[in-house]
């Protein structure tokens, strides 16, 4: 890009990265807009300024100048829309608008491709609770001995993680298989009998925007347990299309996991419900369709 580059509009994600596309937005004298995504709205302001991050403290001392702008904010969720008003942004500059997935790509896999897998994909790192999993894990692996929790991702937390499932003694009951490719990641989701992602909120304030695994498994066809959290539940819809549980409560977790893995036509059910409502609030061209709306009337409004 040169300075004789015709712009219309610059939409960056996350506020932080928002924060360097300021001056050159004013310069070019035309819209700016940021998508709110999670920790940049939700972390405590002043872990910011205690991160070693020159990023993170750039943000702490220039946050201002972005939320009391003019500029627009996409919050890709209520819970970050509300969470966005509390963190100090002008509630008149915010518009909630979903991130949303190609439907079309996510095939509905087969009942014969399901197998005895519980799986989680996720950063290894607090807010994420997949030690509340692992802790759900020693009753489930005396009950149903032939599943398998299937971990897919790696973080600060791995090394910890690790040897509480080894101190739970499962560690044949509990796979830790690293980063994965989005190809492979797509090839458990086909395999597994639910996905599970107990998110919490970490100490430093860091809570869950929405949960991309989330879409990505139900648009396959995978039933949900996720936690009463943040955005997930505009996700999981209670008892429709998966189970939504409290926050660190290894034995409401447990009780879920259990209940589905007893019963295939449930199980079956909410996976087909979970389908449907990704298609009907998270498909990405009805989600680029209203976009496109937001862009035109910034750029002519």
């Not at 300075?3 to 310069?27: N, P």
């Not at 519980?118 to 692992?134: C, D």
């Not at 509480?164 to 990641?185: M, T, W, Y």
């Not at 505009?234 to 189970?243: L, Q, R």
């Amino acid at each position: 890009m040169t300075e004789q580059t015709k712009l219309d509009l610059i939409h960056c994600h996350f506020s932080l990265d928002g924060i360097y596309a300021l001056d050159l937005a004013r310069k070019k004298d035309i819209p700016l807009i940021t998508t709110l995504h999670g920790f940049d709205v939700t972390t405590k302001s002043h872990k910011w300024l205690l991160s070693k991050s020159p990023t993170y403290i750039n943000y702490f001392f220039n946050q201002n100048k972005l939320k009391n702008g003019e500029h627009k904010f996409l919050c890709v969720s209520d819970f970050i829309y509300n969470a966005a008003i509390n963190n100090g942004f002008n509630e008149k500059n915010l518009i909630k608008h979903y991130i949303g997935i190609d439907v079309d790509k996510y095939n509905t896999r087969e009942k014969a491709e399901e197998q005895k897998i519980i799986l989680h994909v996720a950063r290894l790192v607090e807010k994420k609770g997949t030690s509340t999993l692992i802790s759900a894990m020693r009753n489930i692996s005396k009950n149903f001995p032939e599943y398998k929790l299937i971990i897919i991702g790696e973080g600060p937390l791995q090394e910890q993680l690790l040897e509480q499932a080894k101190g739970l003694n499962l560690e044949n009951n509990i796979s830790f298989l690293g980063a994965k490719s989005h190809a492979e990641v797509m090839q458990w989701m086909r395999k597994a009998s639910l996905l599970v992602l107990p998110s919490i909120t970490a100490k430093n304030g860091d809570a869950e925007g929405l949960g991309m695994v989330l879409l990505e498994a139900a648009a396959t066809g995978v039933p949900l347990i996720g936690t009463n959290h943040g955005g997930i539940p505009e996700v999981i819809k209670d008892s429709i299309n998966g189970y939504l549980v409290n926050e660190n409560d290894a034995d409401m977790l447990q009780d879920r996991i259990s209940y589905l893995l007893n019963n295939d036509s449930v199980r079956h059910q909410m996976g087909r419900a979970a389908r449907d409502v990704i298609n009907r609030d998270f498909n990405i061209h009805i989600q680029s369709a209203k976009l496109e709306d937001i862009y035109q009337k910034l750029i002519h409004g």
